[in-house]
């Protein structure tokens, strides 16, 4: 246990709590480093640590969390430091959150509840929030009953008993309903998503997902790719609206490459759930970029936190190249190389031009850019052009002349008519 010193006018004074239950292994150091990473997460939601605690127990106390003992501890630390604010590194009950507030007689919150909080503060599209609100609701359901403790105190009292209890009953249906009415919304955007990915499989555009873990530089490596200048900054969750830019791999090889939101160990499961219509498209990519913070002597982990994740959501068997970023950063430390690795520094450029080639070698479809003399009474074929080719000219003249960039499905259906950048006398795949 040990506190900090701060200006006393500091709000959101937190101290953050933690349970070690490898205490007798080597992963000792585990506990301390996510209490670290707490740490980081409570700065980013506008806080301040102002000490710690952690208890070394095999397993949790039912009640307590840390044990009576160790409570009594924190509670000694938290009035010594003017704290007002407990937040622990695991998630506690709703039970355990009862009990320690009024223990401790500060708020009481665990990780998932701080990271709920970050991102309601950076939730910026209607669809970020519409997410971010029905995993709140979620977690909020099954705690109501500690914020009615108050009228649970009074029970038996003339005037009190019905009342209460018919007020946190309203409050729940209240809460279901919301929910109810916000999953309606997200299917709806789940919807609407499923019509643009069918537009693009029909146009045969491929897609590419950037994942990784919070501050990896997924921000940084799409502003360098596409110039999309989006916030890039070096705090946690940065950004959470996905973000979706065109990448012209080659004069023939164009891909749609969207920012995810960041991952996180211990990701709270009602956040994955209500950004499943997000994050679903990474199911439907045609590759994805895990993009590895290099310079962090956890990345192994976090690369861990992020491949369960992918399965979790359904895309594990989607191709990926893992793209270890922040070599600037390195002194010659040894990294992993060899196919699908590729290591790069998305703030200075380096490394940058091999990812690009990997791509196009990756998403290369054998399109080619060709010029087309089609008849007018063949009027029908510049539609089909339009919906499923990349048309960049037309010109009305003895024909429709067109040009423009062709996969090898829409050359076999105008082979007929190309006069100039591809010879129908071979396969496409041949050239």
């Not at 937040?87 to 009481?108: H, K, Y």
């Not at 996905?242 to 490459?257: F, G, K």
Request: aromatic residues 6%; negative net charge.
């Amino acid at each position: 246990m040990f506190e900090k010193t701060f200006d006393r006018t500091t709000i959101n004074r937190a101290v953050l709590a933690g349970l070690n239950a490898n205490c007798l292994s080597r992963e000792d150091n585990a506990t301390e480093e996510s209490l670290e990473e707490l740490e980081a997460l409570l700065e980013t939601a506008g806080g301040v640590c102002v000490g710690t605690v952690l208890q070394n127990k095999s397993t949790p106390d039912p009640r307590t969390f840390l044990g009576e003992g160790k409570v009594e501890e924190l509670k000694q630390l938290c009035q010594g430091v003017e704290a007002d604010l407990v937040i622990f590194d695991n998630d506690l009950s709703p039970s355990q959150q009862r009990s320690l507030t009024e223990a401790l007689g500060v708020q009481v919150l665990d990780r998932s509840a701080l990271i709920l909080d970050i991102f309601a503060q950076r939730a910026r599209t209607s669809e970020g929030r519409l997410q971010v609100e029905l995993a709140q609701y979620k977690y909020l359901l099954p705690r109501l009953t500690s914020m009615w403790k108050h009228l649970e105190r009074q029970e038996g009292a003339i005037g009190t008993r019905g009342p209460g209890e018919t007020q946190l009953e309203t409050d729940r249906r209240l809460i279901r309903g919301k929910i109810t009415k916000l999953e309606g919304e997200l299917r709806e955007v789940r919807r609407i998503r499923a019509t643009q990915r069918s537009r693009r499989e029909k146009n045969e555009v491929p897609v590419v997902a950037i994942v990784g873990y919070t501050n990896a530089g997924k921000s940084t490596l799409l502003n360098h790719l596409t110039g999309a200048d989006i916030p890039a900054n070096n705090r946690l969750f940065d950004t959470l609206d996905t973000t979706t830019r065109t990448l012209e791999l080659s004069d023939t090889c164009t891909a749609l490459i969207s920012d995810t939101v960041g991952f996180i160990s211990k990701l709270p499961h009602q956040l994955v759930e209500a950004f499943k219509a997000t994050l679903e498209e990474l199911e439907y990519a045609d590759l994805l970029l895990h993009v590895i913070d290099a310079s962090n002597p956890q990345w192994r982990e976090q690369a861990e936190v992020v491949e369960r994740l992918i399965t979790e959501l359904g895309a594990w068997e989607t191709p990926r190249i893992d793209v270890f970023n922040k070599v600037d950063l390195l002194n010659g430390d040894i990294l992993p190389h060899g196919e699908g690795i590729v290591t790069l520094s998305a703030r200075t450029g380096e490394g940058v031009d091999k990812l690009l080639k990997m791509l196009g070698d990756r998403l290369d479809q054998g399109a080619h850019r060709v010029k087309l003399a089609i008849p007018y009474d063949q009027g029908g074929l510049v539609d089909m052009l339009y919906r499923e080719a990349k048309v960049e000219k037309v010109d009305y003249g003895e024909a429709i002349e067109v040009e423009a960039i062709c996969t090898p499905k829409v050359l076999g259906q105008v082979r007929g008519y190309v006069t100039e950048g591809w010879s129908p006398t071979r396969e496409p795949w041949e050239d």
